[in-house]
């Protein structure tokens, strides 16, 4: 790691890490760790009951629990089993642009990126069984009772309300963080699901915990509870290695009977009869093509790019648009529009110096220091006017988290990682992320072509609404009081601004300042949700409206974006959808 000195150096160390990476998931190492295939060949004869498209969060969770209740079920993924790096969270950071992320490309007119590498966002998104949840930072967060009535008014449907939807969230969650089951928040979380939760146990969380309460901010042992405002310890799906819904559902030792799995295989396009119902599939393996059927549902969770690309594929979507492809209109509804997501902006403290060099990093924690908090503004407001996720960054290697262009999400320009890099040497971070939980900007996902093999184009129309902007302001003017804390002062720290050349005609902190930073520097959190949107695409049980025998179960189907991270809602849908199709049987 010394000859890492500047971003190239950076780029091409985390390039042949990846590359040595990629050549033991050659070798399959993994691969007994993961539920193994069917023969292709049987699956086309089966007479299966369902057919999940996509293995990902919700997926994983949807196949598990209906072969649970004895259907016979069809799981197809695109991708294969999950390799090594994601198994380590120490390693997640590899994850991002390598084989198993679809890389999507998010164009966000009128902004002209000025500060990225490359004149698009990206969307990352898992291609691997487990989905996002196997590439994801793992933080487990729910969102507060006011995010899901905003669902129950899109679907009018009160199972949506936050009282209803726990029980659900509460079915796939093993909580064992002591301190919260000593307490009274025990009651909102699940003991004996598959999938293990844990908390944030480092001591540098408790020195940010005090510099927020200087300022007046609260300290909440769990905000998974009904206290939706105040800092905490971050939680995680981690206990030594990752948990995702892979490691829930789909482990070697979770095979059934009844559930019948098929990698790397990408489904192209679901068969409709003349009826509109919904009997089965088509899809792509070792350049094959094959069919496959279901006597009673087709359930797509290809995640929020891919279920709508399968749908309009499949002649539903909006009309002029699919015809504008020459794809038969099956039934005309709004699918790929009202995508949307946070928007975070970085914001770079140079805290004290250290010439510390940490001791060997463990590759079984996440590789930094993770806190959040839910801010309001206003103190006495119920809901967070915006989220803070913050790492922190110890010793004297900190510097190197901005040249490691995975580490934030987007490849920002070299200047501007040298430029941290050279300000940060030698000194601890904290880097935070600032963002509007509940913005108003709306974009769409689109066919580029009639051909599955093209990627969608995805305008993220990030900011179009003026008041996000102003409201993003608002957060950082708000949250950059924390430089003024007696504990930042004798600390030395430093608002870095890698931004100089551009917005340092501005007073550094005033509005018109903020506006050309954010401008720059915000990225998309990947979050994205709403592209089969309930209450226009789908039913409030997830039901492809005008079409019998399919739903949608995954992100795509969020109305409005929750306040929080969409991995924990996501696993909620995959519960909730379950128990309806099982209700339905
Ligand atoms: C890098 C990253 C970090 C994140 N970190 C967090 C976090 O820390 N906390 C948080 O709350 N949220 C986080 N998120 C967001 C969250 O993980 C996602 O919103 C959520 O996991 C989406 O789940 P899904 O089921 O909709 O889709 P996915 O989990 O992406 O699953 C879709 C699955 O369908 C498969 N598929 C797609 N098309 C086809 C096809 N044609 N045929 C067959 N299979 C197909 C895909 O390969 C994939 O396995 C993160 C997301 C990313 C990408």
């Known amino acids: 790691m010394e000859h890492i ?13 990846q590359n040595a990476l990629s050549v033991l998931t050659t070798l399959h190492i993994t691969s007994y760790m993961w539920m193994p295939e069917t023969d292709v060949k049987d699956s086309v004869d089966a007479e299966y009951e ?56 998010v164009s966000s007119q009128p902004y002209h990126h000025d500060c990225l590498e490359e004149p698009y966002f990206t969307l990352h998104a898992g291609k691997v069984l487990g989905g996002s949840s196997t590439i994801s930072i793992m933080l487990y967060e729910r969102g507060n009772k006011q995010d899901f009535q905003r669902w129950v008014t899109a679907s009018n449907d009160d199972s949506w309300s936050w009282e209803n939807v726990l029980k659900y969230f509460k079915r796939t969650e093993k909580m064992e963080d002591q301190a919260i089951l000593n307490s009274p928040y025990r009651q909102y979380h699940g003991l004996d699901g598959p999938l293990i939760v844990t908390r944030e146990t480092r001591m540098e969380v408790d020195a940010y915990h005090s510099i927020v309460q200087q300022l007046g901010g609260k300290v909440i042992l769990d905000l998974n509870s009904n206290e939706t405002v105040g800092y905490s310890r971050a939680q995680y799906t981690l206990k030594d290695y990752r948990q995702s819904t892979a490691t829930a559902f789909l482990k070697a030792s979770d095979t059934s009977t009844y559930l019948h799995l098929l990698k790397n295989t990408e489904v192209t396009k679901i068969i409709l009869d003349d009826n509109n119902r919904a009997v089965g599939v088509k899809a792509k393996r070792n350049n094959k093509m094959y069919t496959f059927n279901a006597s009673k549902e087709v359930i797509l969770s290809a995640g929020v790019i891919n279920s709508p690309k399968l749908l309009m594929l499949s002649g539903i979507g909006p009309k002029e648009h699919l015809e504008c492809k020459g794809i038969e209109v099956k039934v005309d509804l709004p699918v790929g529009k009202n995508y949307h997501d946070h928007i975070g902006v970085v914001i770079a403290h140079r805290l004290q110096k250290s010439n510390e060099t940490l001791t060997q990093v463990d590759v079984r924690e996440y590789p930094t220091t ?69 913005p108003l900007s709306r974009g769409t996902v689109t066919l580029r072509s009639s051909h599955y093999k093209d990627q969608p184009v995805i305008d993220g129309n990030f900011c179009s609404v003026e008041v996000d902007l102003e409201h993003h302001i608002d957060f950082l003017q708000h949250y950059t009081r924390v430089q003024n804390t007696e504990i930042f002062m004798q600390l030395g720290s430093k608002l870095l601004n890698p931004i100089e050349k551009k917005c340092g005609k501005y007073e550094m902190g005033s509005r018109k300042f903020w506006r050309c930073y954010i401008m720059c520097m915000m990225s998309p959190r990947n979050h ?34 929750p306040s929080v991270g969409t991995y924990a809602p996501t696993m909620m849908i995959g519960e909730k959808a379950a128990s309806m199709l099982i209700e339905d049987m």
């Open 370 to 438: 993770a806190i959040i908090g839910y801010v309001a503004i206003n103190e006495s407001k119920k809901y967070p006017d915006y989220v803070l996720s913050g790492h922190f960054v110890y010793g004297k290697d900190a510097a190197k988290l901005p040249l490691q262009e995975n580490a934030f999400y987007d490849r920002y320009r070299s200047c501007i990682r040298n430029t941290l890099y050279r300000e940060s040497k030698r000194h601890n971070m904290l880097y935070a992320f600032i963002s509007n939980p509940t």
């Open 5 to 17: 000195t500047n971003a190239a150096s950076s780029d091409a160390y985390t390039s042949s890490v």
């Open 50 to 105: 369902y057919i999940v498209v996509g293995a990902g969060t919700a997926g994983a969770i949807v196949a598990g629990r209906l072969a649970q209740s004895q259907a016979r079920v069809l799981l197809i993924e695109a991708g294969g089993d999950p390799p090594i790096e994601t198994i380590y969270p120490g390693l997640a950071l590899y994850t991002r642009w390598s084989e198993i992320d679809y890389n999507f490309t």
């Open 528 to 561: 994205a949700v709403g592209t089969c949107a309930m209450g226009s695409v789908v039913d409030s049980k997830l039901r492809v409206l005008g079409v019998q025998g399919l739903r949608v179960a995954d992100a795509s189907i969020i109305p409005v974006i």
